[in-house]
């Protein structure tokens, strides 16, 4: 069964720290990795996509996420947070039979001004 | 271009009310999908519809039917509402499968409360 694993459920860090979010999934099969980002009282929006190719994608807001392929993980990257970059953010992972988005439990992000 | 909408924002339901939640696409996407989001538990796929007419069950199905008799329309109707209902309620379309290469476009949601 596919499933997707966020380690850290709080993170707090102050403004221009670097960041890194931990994604681990597990399926076997070809898959499709994305990292979507809830801001307060917002919908998700998609940060970034991997599909295929470089295993490093760029994001939109300076994020970055890598995916290694032997660890099963995508974690999410950003050398320097702004305090506009609390928010909810969720690993996801596409693919299987059904074709089905299944979601990380979710990571969030206070940035101390 | 008015995206994903749902409607309502905002709900209070008594224990055993029915009522359904709209959700509409402009985009002419054919994947539908409603998703419920609470604390901790990150987004639980409800049910979901790769076309008009198909519609599956997700992970979390039980209480919710869906419908989809038109390609923009995927309403959720909760038949006997109840406390473990509450959550915030969230449609996403695109246009191929939710985890395919075409991301979800989300709706701004419809937070519940049921009494």
């Known amino acids: 069964a596919q499933s997707v694993s966020q380690h850290n459920h709080h993170v707090i860090l102050s403004e221009a720290a670097s960041l890194e979010l931990g994604c681990n999934y597990s399926?076997?099969?070809?898959?499709?990795l994305f990292w979507y980002v809830q801001y307060p009282g917002q919908h998700l929006q998609l940060l970034l996509k991997?599909?295929?190719?470089?295993?490093l994608v760029k994001g939109i807001k300076g994020f970055e996420a890598e995916f290694i392929k032997s660890k099963f993980s995508f974690n999410l990257r950003k050398p320097s947070v702004q305090w506009s970059d609390t928010a909810e953010y969720f690993c996801?992972?596409?693919?299987?039979?059904?074709?089905?988005?299944?979601f990380g439990k979710g990571t969030k992000l206070s940035v101390k001004p | 271009n008015a995206g994903v909408t749902q409607t309502p924002k905002f709900q209070v339901l008594k224990t055993g009310q029915s009522m359904t939640l709209q959700c509409a696409q402009d985009?002419?996407?054919?994947?539908m999908s409603w998703y419920r989001q609470d604390p901790g538990m990150g987004l639980r796929l409800i049910h979901y519809?790769?076309?008009?007419?198909?519609?599956d069950q997700g992970e979390v199905p039980n209480g919710y039917n869906v419908s989809r008799s038109t390609t923009e329309d995927f309403p959720l109707r909760l038949l006997s509402a109840a406390p473990s209902q509450t959550s915030v309620y969230f449609c996403?379309?695109?246009?191929?499968?939710?985890?395919?290469?075409?991301?979800?476009?989300f709706g701004n949601g419809t937070r519940l409360t049921v009494t």
């Open positions: 996403a379309s695109s246009y191929s499968t939710g985890g395919g290469r075409s991301p979800l476009h």
């Open positions: 399926y076997g099969g070809t898959v499709n």
């Open positions: 991997y599909f295929s190719g470089d295993p």
């Open positions: 996801a992972l596409g693919g299987g039979s059904q074709g089905n988005l299944i």
């Open positions: 985009m002419n996407h054919e994947y």
């Open positions: 519809s790769v076309g008009a007419g198909i519609t």
